[in-house]
């Protein structure tokens, strides 16, 4: 067997495997960060959040949408790039806390309140009790009571 013709096709085999399997490159032209608020509404029968693209991350500048009443809203980011021509959008990142319409009440408070009214929030005491949350919001919409995290703020 001639070892320098078998060496020049194995060689030539590696060849035409690199170049089949070479990635194709990409050529990004432009990456940018774009801002988003999402509103949280209370509404049974639709979608629990809208989300509006913003120019900046600025809870006094926020504009409440007049087709669904809002009870809170919160803050994120996407990276967008253009890549072969093709505009590429990222998954939701730097997301802020919510920002809830109403009046911070605590554990204590709803323990407090008159029976008949107490009852009502039964469930949503013990789950706080279990979870150690220790403030919720009465919101200005219905009186709904969320539960606070500690990067939710009430406005």
Request: aromatic content about 8%; proline content about 4%.
């Amino acid at each position: 067997m001639d070892t320098a013709k078998y060496k020049k096709c194995i060689t030539v085999e590696i060849v035409a495997r690199v170049l089949v399997t070479a990635p194709t490159i990409r050529r990004t032209t432009m990456a940018t960060v774009r801002h988003y608020v999402e509103y949280l509404h209370n509404v049974i029968m639709s979608r629990p959040t809208s989300i509006r693209e913003i120019p900046e991350r600025n809870a006094n500048k926020v504009e409440i949408p007049d087709n669904y009443p809002c009870f809170g809203f919160r803050f994120f980011d996407k990276t967008e790039a253009v890549v072969d021509g093709k505009t590429l959008t990222g998954e939701m990142e730097n997301v802020s806390g919510w920002y809830y319409f109403g009046e911070r009440v605590t554990l204590e408070e709803l323990k407090a309140l008159p029976d008949n009214q107490r009852r009502l929030h039964e469930a949503k005491i013990r789950t706080m009790e279990r979870h150690g949350i220790t403030a919720a919001v009465k919101t200005k919409l219905g009186g709904v009571f969320v539960m606070l995290d500690e990067d939710d703020t009430v406005i």
